[in-house]
């Protein structure tokens, strides 16, 4: 007798198992993606210079134009307005990157503080890119820039 009880029991407990898993599984299936601070939308008005050939020439496709990215913050009650700017939008096989170019009048110290101060807020709001790269027009280099993000020490 004891027996069906526990079989009975156990066949139970299963259903009511399988029951929740199901019903875990569908709204898991039915939950939304989490929404993105920012999608980069792409400038289609690429203008040709110096910066563009020497990315074509380094391998990287040009896929976006010059592109301000608005931002709004509330200080103290009063709104204040800025943007970031983006130079080109560019392409290879191992991903999308945002491109800045050099400036005559604002030259990279290439120190940590520099490069977290000018390129830290770009792959921040744009945590889907692969990095940036920093297209130097008078030397004809290119350089990338990546969040090392296997370096943190969350101690």
Do not use: Q
Not at 48 to 63: C, F, K, T
Not at 69 to 81: A, H, K, R, T
């Amino acid at each position: 007798m004891d027996s069906r009880y526990d079989t009975f029991l156990v066949t139970a407990i299963c259903a009511v198992l399988a029951i929740w898993a199901l019903y875990a599984f569908r709204s898991w299936l039915r939950k939304p993606e989490h929404p993105r601070l920012y999608a980069i939308k792409l400038n289609e008005e690429i203008e040709e210079g110096p910066a563009s050939a020497i990315l074509e020439e380094n391998g990287y496709e040009v896929i976006g134009g010059r592109l301000r990215v608005p931002l709004s913050f509330d200080v103290n009650g009063e709104s204040i307005n800025s943007g970031l700017y983006i130079d080109y939008i560019a392409e290879r096989d191992e991903g999308v990157y945002i491109v800045k170019t050099s400036r005559r009048r604002k030259p990279i110290e290439w120190s940590g503080s520099e490069i977290r101060d000018k390129f830290l807020p770009l792959l921040l709001l744009y945590p889907e890119v692969a990095g940036i790269l920093y297209v130097d027009t008078e030397e004809g280099t290119v350089r990338r820039i990546e969040l090392n993000a296997d370096e943190w020490n969350h101690d």
